[in-house]
Each structure stands twice: as C-alpha cells, then as structure tokens.
C-alpha cells in the first residue's frame, strides 16, 4: 500500500454495502479518483459532513492492489455554503460537477479541469453575482479546454469573416454566415455574449444582469455540451422538468 496526499471537489456519491460509501472526486494531482470511505454513514462518523459533493477538501488515500483508493483522512478547504442553501444554484453546481465526472478520466492529472471548476464554484457562491450563466459559460470554458471551444469569429463552414455570422450549428463546430447558415439562428447580442464569455470578459458579465441574448447563449452552451458528451446532461434536464 502507499500513501496518497491530494486535494479535489467530490463530484458524487453512493452507498457501498451498509455503512460504507464510495466518492469520486477530482483531483488536482491524481486526476479522478474513486475511494472508500469506510463507516462514513453511520451516526457519528467524523467524515460524513465533509465528504459531500461539491466540497472541496484536502485527502490522504491509502491506495493498494484494487481499483479503489481507501479515505484514510480528509479536511474540509472550501464549502460553498451560498450555493447549497439556494435551489438554483445548487442545480448549476451540480451540471458543473456532472460535466466535469463525464469528460475527465480515473488517474489522469488534469489540474486545469480542477482550477476552472473551483473558480465557477466560487463564483456560483457570491451571492452578488447572478446565477443564470455561471454554469453555461463554465460549459463553454470546458469545451475549451477539451479542444472543441465553438469558432465565433468567422463562418465555421467556409471561413468567411467579413460578413455577418447568423447562425449556430454545433455539427459545424461554430458561427454561420447568410450563405452557410442552418441549424439554429443567432442574434448579434448572443454572438457578443459568448465572445465576452470565451475572451476574457467573464467576471463583468457575470456583475450585473444577465445582458440581452443570455437565454439564447444557455441554451446554446447546454446543447454544445451535449454534444460534446453525446448525452444529456440529467441535473440540467431535470431541472427543466420541474
């Protein structure tokens, strides 16, 4: 057996036999990993409260011959207290947690995966900044780091930069000219947001309200997630259907 030091978000949970359970969490030196935390569910266990998903603790695994790690000890780092009392924001944490579990791999490091999801949950937990596009534009910046960021500056299907890109289609990759265009149409101020999302203006979007064409880029960035996974992304579907 070694000794595993690391820190992470728990992204889920789930019962293993009477008293135990195993977490997923991502982790920034181990990548994901999935361990487990023995007694955890009966009264009094010391680590029940801090091994919540959407916790973002200090771990020591011990890891040996199986595919599960064993939680040895565990220390909470930050909490998020804003987003668990708050329904709306509670349902976008967890979209965040699910997308990141989907697109990351067991024992892969991939620090930059951690990072922006510690930052989207920061942000989702200042209650003075509004809601609604925390978790699109974390889609969005996800995407991006997997490579597939959607092409905004000129005509995803024959390059053309000059003229007004109109539409969106995801099996294009991107923006649509009037000669190129289908799947679905594209406002200019939908086209301005995920440009200020995707180019660095992200923390002035998200100070005030939501601007003009926001419900169309959450839309667009729920579906170009979708895509990417090639399924449907349940804590956002869910949520719709209430």
Not at 91 to 103: H, K, Y
């Amino acid at each position: 057996m070694s000794l595993l030091r690391d820190e992470g978000v728990i992204l889920r949970s789930y019962k293993l036999g009477e008293a135990d359970r195993i977490i997923v969490a991502m982790t920034k030196e181990h990548g994901k990993v999935r361990a487990v935390a023995k007694g955890v569910r009966k009264t009094g266990s010391k680590f029940g409260s801090r091994l919540e998903p959407m916790t973002y603790v200090s771990l020591i695994l011990w890891r040996g011959r199986s595919d599960l790690d064993i939680v040895n000890q565990v220390e909470v780092i930050e909490r998020y207290w804003a987003v668990r009392e708050d329904l709306e924001r509670l349902t976008a944490g967890f979209s965040m947690l699910e997308v990141v579990d989907q697109v990351t791999q067991e024992g892969s490091a991939d620090p930059r995966t951690l990072e922006t999801l510690v930052r989207a949950l920061r942000v989702l937990d200042d209650r003075g900044r509004s809601v609604d596009l925390v978790a699109p534009s974390f889609f969005f910046r996800m995407l991006e780091v997997e490579g597939g960021a959607p092409i905004l500056d000129s005509c995803a299907a024959c390059g053309e930069s000059e003229g007004d890109l109109v539409a969106f289609d995801l099996a294009q990759g991107g923006t649509l000219c009037r000669s190129c265009r289908r799947g679905r149409p594209l406002s200019p101020e939908a086209l301005t947001l995920m440009r200020r999302i995707l180019g660095g203006d992200l923390t002035a979007v998200l100070a005030g309200p939501p601007p003009q064409g926001a419900a169309e880029v959450i839309n667009l960035a729920t579906e170009a997630m979708e895509s990417h996974l090639e399924r449907r992304l349940r804590s956002v579907r869910s949520s719709t259907s209430l």
